[in-house]
T-cell receptor
Framework: GENVEQHPSTLSVQEGDSAVIKCTYS??????FPWYKQELGKGPQLIID?????GEKKDQRIAVTLNKTAKHFSLHITETQPEDSAVYFC????????????????FGQGTILTVHP | DGGITQSPKYLFRKEGQNVTLSCEQN?????MYWYRQDPGQGLRLIYY???????QKGDIAEGYSVSREKKESFPLTVTSAQKNPTAFYLC?????????????FGAGTRLSVL
């Protein structure tokens, strides 16, 4: 089955700096890669996602890059703010490929991001 | 939390007791999921359901059971066979078809053992 490794486990930055979180995956058939942000005591919320037919996607201060050959993808947050402090999870799936793995997400271990004012 | 309601927010289980966690969604989504989250770990899939009256085991199904009698409801029962049930449980749902793979999560239920 799919295995997703996420690094680093903790990341501390100063407000205004950039933050980068990296993930690797094992299943070459994975074609959908979402990133979730989880605040304390709440459920994860999708912040950005990317499909295997593109290499990069941006949404304001957040960007995700995908290298299918190397099987890794990264989250980039620029101009970090204290409200960006949370746990971030990457995930991988075969999307809507059907079969018994339909829509199944495999998550990384999470990164605790702390942005210091 | 986008139309997915989990209850209760906190739940305590006594030794040998079965407890049921509720998950209701009003998003008209076909697929629903249950995840377990332990400190310092990612989310692990317990069970998922693609359509009503059908569900599949995930990676850690032992000691858990589910039902999917209605499209909007996917309750999870933590049985006495689950020896380490203390965790944060998250329910998610997703629209069917090929339009999207986005899973939306509820706010979670924190289960503790008395």
């Amino acid at each position: 089955g799919e295995n997703v490794e996420q690094h680093p486990s903790t990341l501390s930055v100063q407000e205004g700096d950039s933050a980068v979180i990296k993930c690797t995956y094992s299943d070459s058939a994975s074609n959908y890669f979402p990133w979730y942000k989880q605040e304390l005591g709440k459920g994860p919320q999708l912040i950005i996602d990317i499909r295997s037919n593109v290499g990069e996607k941006k949404d304001q201060r957040i960007a995700v890059t995908l290298n299918k050959t190397a099987k890794h993808f990264s989250l980039h947050i620029t101009e970090t703010q204290p409200e960006d402090s949370a746990v971030y999870f990457c995930a991988a799936s075969r999307g809507n490929a059907g079969g018994t793995s339909y829509g199944k997400l495999t998550f990384g271990q999470g990164t605790i991001l702390t942005v210091h004012p | 939390d986008g139309g997915i309601t989990q209850s209760p927010k906190y739940l305590f289980r006594k030794e040998g007791q079965n407890v049921t966690l509720s998950c209701e969604q009003n998003l008209n989504h076909d697929a629903m999921y249950w995840y377990r989250q332990d400190p310092g770990q990612g989310l692990r899939l317990i069970y998922y359901s693609q359509i009503v009256n059908d569900f599949q085991k995930g990676d850690i199904a032992e000691g858990y059971s589910v039902s999917r009698e209605k499209k909007e409801s996917f309750p999870l029962t933590v049985t006495s066979a689950q020896k380490n049930p203390t965790a944060f449980y998250l329910c998610a749902s997703k629209a069917g078809g090929r339009a999207t793979s986005i899973q939306y999560f509820g706010a979670g239920t924190r289960l503790s053992v008395l």
